[in-house]
């Protein structure tokens, strides 16, 4: 009949909408909840979302490797324009300084007029250490200085009846500590030296006129206080040697007098001049 033939075509037609999904068909075979074999009717969570690769990290630095050369030291920074620079003017080696020689002697005022002679000569040595430099071209040296002079003359005459021939004797021995400036500007030094000290002299004759109190001839011994004032060169002449020219005024100071037996008081030792030559080691 046409009605229930239309009835079946409309019936059909809403069966295969169904079948092909349209809005609200039930859920698809995928989309049904999962159940597991055996167990409860429970759902199952579902699966995790797939895990987002890791951003690239940035690379480590790179440790040195053993045995390589360490990196060198960083460079001092060069000093400002106009800085001074303060070398080291005062070398290490060359502060001390040995010394030898011979030396002419004069004995000055009454003493070298009253008993002769005036004239004598000596020998001399030395050691300083140069300590410092000033304004990097002065010296400054301490040092001790040591040295002895012989005055001699012949004596001839006659005591009472007898004929006598002898040599009078006065010698001067002398230990002296001195402060010492010298001009390093050249290869020739000049120096000057201001010093003090302490002098051992004695004295021996046959001359009846210069016998003492309770003897048959005459002598004395005495210890007195120096003081020095000297000043010279130093001219280099090889490897660490130097010929020094040097003049020294020596002042005597608490000599004893000279008491004859004859009753005479004469000065004996007494001031003193020196013309050195010597030969100067630096080491």
């Known amino acids: 009949m046409p009605v229930r033939s239309r009835g079946a075509r409309l019936l059909f037609r809403v069966a295969l909408l169904l079948a092909l999904g349209c809005p609200g068909a039930p859920a698809r075979a995928a989309d049904a909840p999962r159940v597991v074999p055996g167990a409860p009717n429970l759902e199952l969570p579902p699966p995790p979302p797939e895990a987002m690769p890791a951003a690239p990290s940035s690379p480590a630095p790179a440790s040195p490797t053993g045995g390589g050369d360490a990196e060198p030291a960083p460079a001092e920074p060069a000093p400002a324009p106009g800085a001074p620079i303060v070398p080291d003017t005062l070398a290490r080696s060359g502060r001390h300084q040995l010394a030898f020689g011979a030396r002419f002697a004069y004995r000055l005022g009454d003493a070298g007029t009253a008993i002769p002679p005036a004239a004598g000569y000596g020998v001399v040595g030395s050691y300083a250490f140069t300590y410092a430099r000033v304004a990097g071209v002065v010296d400054l040296s301490v040092g001790a200085d040591f040295s002895s002079d012989r005055f001699a003359t012949e004596e001839q005459g006659i005591d ?35 010093g003090v000290g302490v002098g051992f002299g004695s004295f021996e004759t046959v001359a009846p006129q210069y016998r003492v109190p309770n003897s048959a001839k005459g002598s004395e011994t005495d210890t007195h206080l120096l003081g020095r004032a000297a000043a010279g060169l130093d001219i280099p002449v090889g490897s660490g040697w130097a010929v020094r020219l040097r003049a020294n005024y020596t002042a005597v100071r608490r000599a004893a007098p000279y008491v004859t037996a004859a009753g005479p008081i004469l000065p004996l030792f007494g001031d003193l001049l020196h013309i050195d030559v010597q030969a100067v080691y630096r080491f």
Do not use: H, K
């Open 160 to 194: 009472g009846t007898a004929m006598y021939s002898s040599t009078r004797v006065l010698s001067e021995n002398e230990f002296i500590l001195g402060q010492t400036f010298a001009l390093a500007a050249g290869p020739i030094r000049p120096f000057a030296t201001l």
